[in-house]
């Protein structure tokens, strides 16, 4: 355990059961939100950063590098869009009905005519699946809680889709051909939000700005990690030295920067460091994904039947609801769908024929 770690190619690693991790911790930030009243009450668990804060970061982290590995790998962009518009859509579309055919006529205090007649509710659909308006307020829905929100976790998936398209367009614009290219993925928003902070103009930004910053730091470096791969490993004692550095840069906007650098390194050891036996949770269901999108829904609707539920009888009843949710979604919906992405792909591509890839003129010193 204690071992230096290298990345190694193909499947053995501990991305999955990590990603089960993250979306726990955002259920547990969330819980805090919901069950206090007040999200500026979830904790603070590393300087001003809380669980949730954390735990998307490294999802984009570890996005980042799958995500720039899978477009390197397929080398073509109808492969590459099939994959990435499977794993995000069919999930989410059926989310989106859950709510709206569910949680929301059981949470709503208004009659069902009124509710089901409203255009905040019928125009749902194309407004999350454009990511335009993500939160799902529906007409009457969770009045009694202190938000109105039927998928508040949802937002974040606007800013990822936003780094497919621009994986593939940096790829179609053969920006990819060297090693240093990728490096300027976390470089160049790492730079831009430095120097929005130092000069004040980080107050003009609208959230989507700020979001856009925040990000692309920790998708770019994941994105850079995976470039250089093959001259990095990674030692847990180096950790420490890590989170010293974030100490010391705590109260200034360097700490941005430095909290992905000890969190992608963390992500990393993590996800290769060799465990024998726990390799058995290498093969659990992804179901992070459900989790992360079902488990606000399912908490709001808790607490709104319960409103005296502490954070932790909360967690202790909505998780496992959440856990059924997210495998129910995975078993019938994604992965039967994933495993379209070839078909679709192939569709896409009518009857032109496969681009030639060559995988050996991409990332080059």
């Known amino acids: 355990m204690f071992q230096t770690v290298k990345i190694r190619e193909g499947h053995d690693n501990f991305f999955t059961p990590l990603r089960l991790i993250f979306a726990s911790l955002v259920v547990i930030g969330h819980a805090f939100a919901i069950a206090m009243r007040d999200p500026t009450l979830e904790p603070q668990i590393l300087h001003h950063y809380t669980f949730s804060y954390l735990a998307v970061n490294m999802f984009f982290i570890a996005s980042g590098f799958l995500v720039t590995k899978s477009m390197l790998y397929r080398g073509d962009a109808a492969g590459f869009t099939s994959a990435r518009a499977l794993r995000i859509f069919p999930a989410l579309i059926v989310h989106v009905l859950f709510v709206m055919l569910i949680i929301g006529p059981m949470s709503t205090n208004l009659p069902l005519r009124e509710f089901f007649s409203s255009p905040d509710w019928y125009l749902q659909p194309l407004k999350v699946l454009t990511f335009y308006e993500t939160a799902m307020f529906m007409p009457g829905t969770f009045a009694s809680n202190a938000e109105q929100m039927g998928s508040a976790p949802l937002w974040t998936l606007r800013y990822e889709v936003l780094a497919y398209i621009g994986t593939l367009a940096i790829f179609m614009l053969g920006l990819m051909r060297k090693k240093w290219m990728v490096l300027a993925q976390f470089i160049l928003p790492a730079i831009a939000y430095l120097v929005f902070y130092a000069t004040g103009w980080v107050d003009y930004l609208p959230a989507t700005g700020i979001n856009l910053l925040r990000f692309g730091i920790a998708y770019g470096l994941g994105a850079t990690i995976y470039a250089y791969r093959k001259r990095l490993s990674f030692n847990w004692l180096v950790l420490p030295l890590l989170l010293g550095l974030t100490a010391l840069t705590a109260k200034t906007p360097l700490v941005e ?109």
């Open 257 to 365: 920067i430095t909290m992905n650098i000890f969190i992608a390194y963390f992500v990393m050891w993590a996800a290769y460091v060799k465990i024998p036996r726990l390799n058995w949770t290498q093969k659990l269901s992804d179901t992070s994904y459900g989790i992360y999108i079902y488990h606000w829904a399912v908490m709001q609707m808790l607490f709104q039947w319960m409103p005296n539920l502490s954070v932790l009888a909360l967690f202790a009843i909505g998780f496992p609801i959440t856990v059924i949710l997210a495998w129910l979604s995975w078993t019938f919906v994604e992965k039967p769908m994933l495993s379209k992405k070839t078909w679709l792909a192939n569709k896409w591509r009518s009857k032109r024929a496969r681009p030639i890839y060559d995988p050996k003129a991409v990332l080059l010193d």
